[in-house]
């Protein structure tokens, strides 16, 4: 068997190439390239599409960065009118205080006076006409 194999690989094989064939073979040739010229008109599309499109989202990028740049700006605007407005209204309330505060101990300064002189018209009876024509209620006996 290997001798018949051996034989048979020496053995020259000729296969009939004819005018035709040669014909169809330029005209392959030609065929492929024109497809490789096809094929390179369109990678140069693609990549210049490529381009467009990285352009274009560089573009969508920096509004968004822009976009956001403002969001901060103005959630901080916000952020600094409360903190004032609360701030305010602190300093007000605590301005308000300050203001009460002595008008609450002088009434209760003249309470107290008031309250003394009441005592004291109940054995004076010139206070306790004082009292009585300056429209205080002295307490019945």
Known sequence: LFVLAQAYAQKEIIVP???????????????????EKRIDALEKRIDALEKQLDSRFA?????????YNLFIALFSAFVALVVGTMGMLWWVVQDRRKTI???????EEHRRLVSILKKRALTN?????????????????
């Open 17 to 35: 190439f004819t005018l035709a064939d040669r014909d169809r073979l330029i005209r392959l040739e030609a065929r492929i390239d024109a497809l």
């Open 59 to 67: 573009g969508i990028e920096r509004q968004i960065d822009a976009l």
């Open 101 to 107: 505060r002595p008008l609450e101990d002088s009434v």
């Open 125 to 141: 009876p010139d206070l306790a006409a004082l009292l009585e024509e300056a429209g205080i209620a002295l307490p019945k006996q």
